[in-house]
C-alpha cells in the first residue's frame, strides 16, 4: 500500500474540487476571492486608507487602490516589522519571505499563517496532479531543494526566510518522510558542501521524482556528482558524509547547529550493496550519471519558462528521459499557477487562491493603462500581471511579464516569459537597473574609472552578465579590476545575486570596453526605434562592431 498517494488523495480532494470549479467559472470565482479579501482586511490600516468596506466590485477596487510596486508598500511593512498589528492584513504575520528589492534594501514578503497553509494546499495540489498523470512518481524517495525556512529575525523576533522551506515543514509528515533529503542540509553554510551532501543523501537511494525551481540547480548537482563520484560511492559504502566536520549557517544558535548536525548523521546509513550499484554506473558512464543511478525517475519538477527554459533544456542527458512538469509561477509573494501537463511553461492561473488583473504588455507605460481580469484574457497576448493576495500586498506590481498559451476549461494557462522594465534575471536574482547602476558607479569610484555609458546584456546560455563600458578617455582604461569591483559590490547590493554567485549557479560577468561614441550611435539607433536601454535582452550589431576589447577572468 502506498501511504503517500492515499494521503495525497485524501488531504486535496476539496482543494481539487475548488480549482477545478474556479477553472470552469473564472468570473464568479474571483469576484468571491476578491470580496472575501477585502471583507476580511477592510479594518486594517491599508483597508481603512484605501476604503475597503465601501469597493463593490472590480472596478471600484481599481479605482480605490493605485497599482504599485514593493517600495509603495515598504512603508506598511516598516510598520509591521516595527511591531503593529493589522496594518495590511487582519491576521497577525508570523514570518516574513526575503527577495532582493529595485535598490539595495531587500524585500520582507508578509506572511500570515492562514496564507502560508493556502500555499502549502497549493503546492500539494501540484503534487496531487503529478501524481495522478505519474502514477508511480511517489513510489521511491523524492529529492527537493529548498532554501532554509529561518534565515534570521527582525528586531521584535519575527523570521524571514525562503518560502522553499516553510512550504516543506507544512507537507503532510508521511510526504516528508519520503524525502531523500534531511531538512538540515539546506542549513549547511557552505554551496559547495549543500550540493554535495545533497548529492551523497540522494544518489544513496532510488528517487523517483526531484523537484527545485531552478534548472540551474539540477545542472550544479549533476555536476556535483560527477566531480565526487569517488567521495559519494565511498560515503555511501561507508555510512559517511564524506564531507569533513560542515559548518552550518551563522544565523543559528548552538542548541540549533547541534540539532541540524544530529539530524544529518542520523540519516547515514551504510550500504554497501548501494555502493556496488554506483561504481556500476561509474564505471558505465565515466562518472555518476543521476538518470542512470535512478532508474526509477518519474518526474522532474523545474521551471520551463523564462530563461530557466534554456537551462532546463540541458537536464535530458544528465536525468534521462523522465518527462518535465514545471513548478508554476512562484514568487517569493506567492504561487500563482498550477500546471496541469507537461514540457510546458503554461500553467492555469490558481484563481481561487488570488485576485488576478492583467495590463498589456505595450500599455504599461501608459499613464492609466486598460485592466483585463482573468475571464478577458486572449490566447496569445502577452500582460503583466498583478496579484492581490492574503499576504497584504493588493494590487502589486510584480513586474512579471507572462503569456497566455490556451485554457484550461476556461480558466487561462499563463507562462512566464520574462521580467519586466528594468530588469533582467537569468536564475533567479532579478538584478534591477538601479543596482547595477549603483554597482558600477561604486566600482568605477574604487578604480578611478569614470564610466561614461553601459549596458548590461544576459549571456544565458553561460549564466554570466556581459557588461558594455564606454569610459571617458581623460581617466585610466577600465581593466579586470573594474569587473572585479563590480561583482563584489553587486554582490553586496542584491543578496539574490550574492546567493546565485556563492553557489556557483551565476558566472561572474565579463566585461567589455567600447570605443569611443558607441553610447551615442546607439542612442541614435535606439531613438528611432522609440526606446533606449540600459539593459538588453541581446546584442545588437552596433554593438558587435564597437567593441574594443573584452576582459575575462575566471572565478
Not at 81 to 92: F, I, N, S
Not at 140 to 158: F, I, Q, Y
Not at 296 to 321: M, P, T
Not at 529 to 545: I, N, P, V
Request: proline share 6%.
Amino acid at each position: 500500500m502506498k501511504l503517500v498517494p492515499i494521503t495525497l488523495r485524501l488531504r486535496e480532494s476539496r482543494q481539487d474540487t475548488r480549482f477545478e470549479a474556479a477553472a470552469r467559472d473564472p468570473e464568479r470565482a474571483q469576484a468571491a476571492v476578491l470580496r472575501a479579501l477585502l471583507g476580511r482586511n477592510a479594518e486594517t490600516a491599508f483597508g481603512r486608507d484605501h476604503g475597503f468596506g465601501r469597493i463593490a466590485g472590480p472596478g471600484d477596487y481599481r479605482r480605490a487602490v493605485p497599482m504599485r510596486d514593493y517600495e509603495g508598500f515598504r512603508p506598511y511593512v516598516r510598520r509591521v516589522m516595527a511591531g503593529e498589528r493589522g496594518v495590511l492584513t487582519r491576521a497577525p504575520v508570523t514570518m516574513f519571505t526575503t527577495t532582493s528589492g529595485s535598490a539595495g534594501e531587500p524585500k520582507f514578503i508578509p506572511v500570515t499563517d492562514d496564507w502560508r497553509e493556502e500555499q502549502a494546499k497549493l503546492t500539494r495540489l501540484w503534487m496531487l496532479r503529478a501524481m495522478r498523470d505519474h502514477p508511480g512518481c511517489y513510489d521511491r524517495k523524492t529529492l527537493v531543494v529548498v532554501s532554509p525556512a529561518v534565515e534570521g529575525r527582525t528586531k521584535h523576533g519575527v523570521p524571514y526566510g525562503a518560502m522553499s522551506g516553510g512550504m516543506v515543514q507544512r507537507i503532510p509528515w508521511i510526504v516528508r518522510r519520503n524525502y531523500a533529503i534531511p531538512y538540515a542540509v539546506c542549513l549547511l553554510k557552505d554551496y559547495e558542501a549543500r550540493y554535495a551532501a545533497t548529492m551523497r543523501f540522494g544518489l544513496a537511494a532510488s528517487v523517483s521524482l526531484v523537484g527545485t525551481p531552478n534548472p540551474s540547480s539540477l545542472l550544479r548537482l549533476a555536476e556535483t556528482a560527477r566531480r565526487r563520484t569517488e567521495e559519494i560511492i565511498r560515503g555511501v559504502r561507508d555510512g559517511t558524509l564524506g564531507i569533513p566536520d560542515p559548518e552550518f549557517a551563522d544565523h543559528l544558535s548552538p542548541v540549533e547547529r547541534a540539532r541540524a548536525r544530529a539530524e544529518l548523521h542520523a540519516a547515514l546509513r551504510k550500504d554497501p550493496e548501494r555502493a556496488r550499484q554506483l561504481e556500476a554506473v561509474a564505471k558505465a558512464h565515466g562518472s555518476l550519471l543521476p538518470g542512470a543511478c535512478w532508474p526509477d525517475l518519474r518526474l522532474v519538477g523545474c521551471w520551463l519558462g523564462g530563461s530557466a527554459g534554456v537551462q532546463a533544456k540541458g537536464l535530458a542527458g544528465l536525468f534521462g528521459d523522465a518527462p518535465r512538469r514545471d513548478l508554476g509561477l512562484i514568487a517569493s509573494e506567492g504561487r500563482m499557477t498550477i500546471p496541469v501537463e507537461d514540457e510546458t511553461a503554461a500553467g492555469c492561473l490558481a484563481l481561487h487562491g488570488c485576485f488576478y488583473e492583467f495590463i498589456e504588455e505595450e500599455r504599461i507605460e501608459d499613464a492609466s493603462p486598460p485592466v483585463r481580469l482573468a475571464h478577458e484574457l486572449v490566447d496569445g497576448r502577452r500582460y503583466y500581471i498583478v496579484p492581490s493576495g492574503g499576504n497584504g500586498l493588493y494590487r502589486y506590481d510584480l513586474n512579471d511579464v507572462v503569456e497566455v498559451r490556451g485554457f484550461y476549461h476556461r480558466a487561462p494557462k499563463v507562462a512566464f516569459v520574462r521580467k519586466g522594465r528594468d530588469m533582467v534575471n537569468i536564475t533567479g536574482e532579478k538584478l534591477h537597473v538601479n543596482q547595477i547602476q549603483s554597482a558600477l558607479q561604486e566600482a568605477g569610484a574604487a578604480c578611478h574609472v569614470d564610466v561614461w555609458q553601459f549596458r548590461t546584456i544576459p549571456d544565458v546560455a553561460a549564466s554570466r552578465y556581459d557588461l558594455l563600458v564606454e569610459a571617458r578617455e581623460t581617466h585610466p582604461a577600465p581593466d579586470e579590476r573594474l569587473i572585479e569591483a563590480f561583482d563584489v559590490a553587486l554582490r553586496r547590493i542584491n543578496p539574490e545575486y550574492a546567493q546565485k554567485r556563492a553557489s556557483a549557479r551565476l558566472g561572474r560577468p565579463r566585461l567589455f570596453v567600447m570605443r569611443s561614441g558607441w553610447s551615442e550611435s546607439l542612442c541614435r539607433a535606439e531613438f528611432a526605434c522609440g526606446k533606449r536601454r540600459a539593459l538588453a535582452d541581446a546584442w545588437d550589431e552596433t554593438s558587435r562592431r564597437a567593441v574594443v576589447r573584452s576582459v575575462e577572468e575566471a572565478d
